[in-house]
């Protein structure tokens, strides 16, 4: 009975190692064609990706959200710790400039998948509200590092907040084809005008 035992838990262990495992391999798979370009991925394009069966895909996940679901905390696990590393100045200006710097580098690697994000979010209520949330957040992190008479001036918070914005980032990097380096330093530009007689 014990032997009996022992295999079913076996079994059972290794049919949860491979859901887990089929899981990541999903969602790997979707990140990877969205990044090459294909910003709305469908479950055949994704299990082909993954090598996997189109109904492993469905039962794993309960539809397409779940996955962008899933996504979403890979890449928050990949970027996180960027957006949250203390800042090295202690003036908030100078911390304006640093988080210019890190969005840049969380927008290069986010642009493909918010880009799909928003597109599919008009017949998605989880991306609709991932997309509030994104905002949000940003805008919190940015209060965070500006002093008290600065947050008063909500002209000039949602001015920094918009110059700072991945729709900004976007539009230079995509519409206008510059470079991530080019549109650093447009995003720069715009701080320092904003920031330059306070």
Avoid at 16 to 33: D, H
Avoid at 45 to 65: I, N, P, Q, S
Wanted: with cysteine; aromatic share 6%; hydrophobic share 45%.
């Amino acid at each position: 009975m014990n032997a009996e035992n022992d295999l079913s838990l076996t079994e059972t262990d290794g049919r949860r190692r491979r859901s887990a495992r089929n899981k990541q391999l999903i969602v790997a798979a979707m990140v990877k064609l969205i990044r090459a370009g294909d910003l709305d991925p469908h479950a055949a394009d994704v299990a082909k990706a993954a090598g996997v069966g189109v109904r492993t895909v469905f039962r794993l996940f309960e539809d397409m959200d779940s996955i962008y679901a899933e996504v979403t905390r890979l890449i928050q696990a990949e970027v996180m710790p960027v957006v949250e590393a203390p800042f090295e100045s202690e003036d908030w200006t100078a911390r304006c400039f640093e988080a210019c710097e890190r969005r840049a580098y969380v927008y290069e690697r986010i642009m493909m998948l918010r880009i799909s994000a928003n597109a599919r979010r008009s017949n998605s209520d989880f991306l609709s509200e991932d997309y509030l949330q994104f905002h949000s957040q940003e805008l919190d992190r940015l209060v965070a590092i500006l002093p008290d008479p600065v947050r008063a001036d909500k002209t000039l918070v949602q001015a920094l907040d918009t110059a700072l914005s991945f729709d900004v980032w976007c539009r230079l990097r995509r519409v206008r084809g510059l470079s991530a380096d080019e549109a650093k330093d447009v995003v720069r530009h715009m701080v320092e005008r904003l920031t330059e007689d306070q």
